[in-house]
């Protein structure tokens, strides 16, 4: 069982100093973040610029198992074009950079004043024409679990993915997003079982999505969060997304978090 974290925890370091930091501090397994994503395709063709990145992860040892595609991609944007191709330039990205879980938000603020089958048409169309990009390897797109909608339960994704009708699709819990909305963590992840492919781990007081580390002041049951996803026999990454974490909260002493994170997760997971 793998713990890792999603890169945003240092956002303000080029994709390279990042790997390297993280590196030195124990964290060998990573999510791509936003941040790092545009940075990389800005700099040219995604294939070459994620094989560069992957080579130089793999001389640290460090590995990308899952990635953040663009937050603000909205897939029922009216303008799908627009939209599929650019999640085209980041699925190779992604794809050259080794990330075989790509996690992806099913709707965006786009969706607001929308019906709920509107919604659905535009979600199947858009996951159709991504899946017919990565079909053929072993890479799935993730859905996350939102705020709103039947976006907010397991059983809400797995008929998106269903009526999708196609491969290489799964799901990634996000324990934070699920906390807020009053969701049973066991429940989730007992229905998505077999679709579940990632997960952002994250902690919060039941209000906002803080992103705070687990045991901490939050009010996710961990014990009972583990404990199922050993029992499913999970075998993705562990990826902490606590962004939370960083705020009002100097670089060193940040780094020092992340021994005590490290550890923890260690701990978690023997």
């Known amino acids: 069982m793998r713990y890792g974290m999603w890169t945003s925890y240092l956002y303000e370091y080029s994709p390279e100093k990042m790997v390297k930091t993280f590196a030195e501090k ?25 094989s560069r990145l992957r080579e130089y992860a793999k001389d640290l040892g460090v590995t990308f198992p899952q990635g953040h595609l663009l937050l603000q991609a909205d897939i029922v944007d009216p303008d799908q074009d627009k939209v599929i191709d650019t999640l085209k330039r980041w699925l190779d990205l992604f794809y050259a950079v080794g990330i075989r879980a790509a996690v992806l938000h099913s709707k965006g603020f786009k969706s607001r004043g929308m019906s709920d089958e509107e919604i659905r048409i535009r979600q199947v169309s858009s996951l159709r024409r991504l899946t017919k990009h990565i079909e053929n390897t072993d890479m799935y797109i993730c859905l996350e679990n939102l705020f709103s909608g039947p976006e907010t339960s397991a059983e809400g994704l797995i ?16 324990t934070g997003h699920l906390n807020v909305v009053g969701g049973n963590q066991e429940e989730f992840i007992r229905t998505a079982k077999d679709y579940l492919k ?11 999505d ?8 939050g009010t996710v049951d961990w014990e009972s969060v583990f404990n199922t996803l050993k029992e499913v026999g999970y075998n993705g990454l562990y990826n902490l997304e606590i962004p939370g974490e960083t705020m009002r909260c100097p670089l060193d002493m940040r780094l020092l978090k992340l021994d005590y994170i490290k550890e923890m997760m260690i701990k978690v997971l023997q």
């Not at 009526?163 to 996000?174: A, R």
């Open 198 to 208: 990632a997960l952002h781990i994250a902690d919060n007081e039941g209000k906002s």
């Open 159 to 174: 008929d998106i993915i269903e009526e999708t009708g196609e491969g290489n699709l799964g799901i990634c819990l996000d």
């Open 210 to 217: 803080q992103h705070l580390m687990p045991f901490g002041r």
């Open 26 to 50: 124990g964290w060998m397994n990573l999510e791509l973040s936003t941040e790092h994503g545009e940075e990389l395709l800005e700099r040219g063709d995604p294939e070459t610029e994620g």
